[in-house]
C-alpha cells in the first residue's frame, strides 16, 4: 500500500482554484457536482449529496487542524498560541464557511486540512479506485480487472478540469506509458511517481 506525503499549500491551491470556479474563495455544493460529473461518474451527484459531502470534509478539515494541537481546550499551563478560535483566519466560527443559502462551503484553509486528513488515512490505492473505475474502459467485460485508462483519456480529463497542457506535457505522459494504456496498479504507480 501506498501513502503520499501531506501537500503543501501551495501544491493544493492550483487544485482549489481550477475546483472553484468563479473565483469565490470556497468550494460550493456546484463546484464539487461539476467535479464529480467530470470523473465520468454515470450517476449524478444531487445538491443534497454535494451538501453532505461538504459538509463532511469541513468536519475533517475543522478536526484534521484541532488534532495538530490546535484545540479549543488548552491544557492548563500551555503557552499553545496556536488554538483554534474565532478569530482565526480560514478557521472561524464555522471552520469552511457557509453560504447565503445555508449550504457549506469549503475555503483554502479547510480544503488542505482535510485533503491532507484523507491523504494521511487512506491509502493511494483506496483514493484511486474509483477514480480510476470511472475514466477506464475495458478490454473485457467480464472482469473488472481488465480495465484500463489510455493516455487519451488521461488528457480528456485534465483538460475537463481545466488544465492547459503543452504539447511537452503531454509528449512526458504518452512516454511513462509507452503501450498508451495502464491498468490499476500501473495508474497508482503512475500518480505515486509524479
Not at 24 to 43: E, I, N, T
Request: hydrophobic share 35%.
Amino acid at each position: 500500500m501506498t501513502f503520499l506525503r501531506p501537500l503543501k499549500t501551495s501544491e493544493l491551491r492550483d487544485i482549489f482554484r481550477t475546483l472553484d470556479r468563479g473565483g469565490k474563495g470556497a468550494l460550493d455544493c456546484s463546484d464539487l457536482q461539476r467535479a464529480y460529473a467530470l470523473l465520468g461518474s454515470k450517476a449524478a451527484l444531487g445538491p443534497e449529496d454535494a451538501g453532505y459531502v461538504l459538509e463532511h470534509l469541513v468536519q475533517v478539515g475543522a478536526s484534521s487542524f484541532n488534532s495538530l494541537g490546535n484545540s479549543t481546550s488548552t491544557p492548563p499551563g500551555s503557552n499553545n498560541a496556536l488554538s483554534w478560535s474565532p478569530s482565526q483566519p480560514g478557521h472561524g466560527s464555522d471552520p469552511g464557511g457557509s453560504a447565503d443559502d445555508g449550504l457549506p462551503k469549503l475555503d483554502l484553509t479547510t480544503f488542505v486540512d482535510a485533503v491532507n486528513h484523507v491523504l494521511s488515512t487512506n491509502s493511494l490505492e483506496q483514493l484511486l479506485k474509483s477514480t480510476f473505475e470511472a475514466v477506464s474502459s475495458a478490454r473485457s467485460t467480464s472482469s473488472s480487472s481488465n480495465r484500463v485508462v489510455t493516455v487519451s483519456q488521461l488528457l480528456e480529463l485534465a483538460r475537463a478540469f481545466g488544465l492547459k497542457l503543452s504539447k511537452d506535457s503531454e509528449v512526458r505522459i504518452q512516454a511513462r506509458v509507452p503501450n498508451g494504456a495502464v491498468d490499476f496498479a500501473e495508474f497508482v504507480e503512475l500518480v505515486a511517481s509524479t
